[in-house]
């Protein structure tokens, strides 16, 4: 089964800044919304942030002032953009699909590994 497809992460300085990617062809086809989650050191993943098919979207109360999401139905993809990054950002991030139509529902990805450190 297909999966989204993370990328853009990197080791940053903080104060740094970061756009992560999450590609999956058909995703914009079939209405699908997007969520952000981040895994730090531990086993649980947080939510991040969310954007629904029609473009409303949601960010962690914590981090808005600095995250952003979007997306771009053209090329299937959704984008987290990261500012002013901080270490408590360190983490792995995915991006997990959803919607009305049951192929919106993925398995989790590879993740994109973001990690701020001076």
């Known amino acids: 089964q297909e999966q989204p497809v993370e990328s853009g992460g990197g080791l940053v300085q903080p104060g740094e800044s970061l756009r992560l990617s999450c590609t999956l062809p058909?995703?914009?086809?079939?209405?699908?919304?997007a969520e952000w989650h981040r895994q730090g050191a531990g086993p649980y993943r947080d939510w991040i942030s969310t954007?629904?098919?029609?473009?409303?979207?949601s960010v962690k109360s914590s981090v808005k002032d600095r995250f952003n999401v979007s997306k771009d139905d053209a090329k299937d993809a959704v984008y987290l953009q990261l500012t002013g990054l901080k270490p408590e950002d360190t983490g792995t991030y995915f991006c997990?699909?959803?919607?009305?139509?049951?192929?919106?529902?993925?398995?989790w990805g590879q993740g994109t590994q973001v990690t701020v450190s001076s």
């Open positions: 954007i629904w098919t029609h473009g409303e979207t």
């Open positions: 058909g995703f914009t086809a079939h209405k699908c919304g």
């Open positions: 997990k699909t959803f919607g009305y139509a049951p192929w919106c529902t993925k398995n």
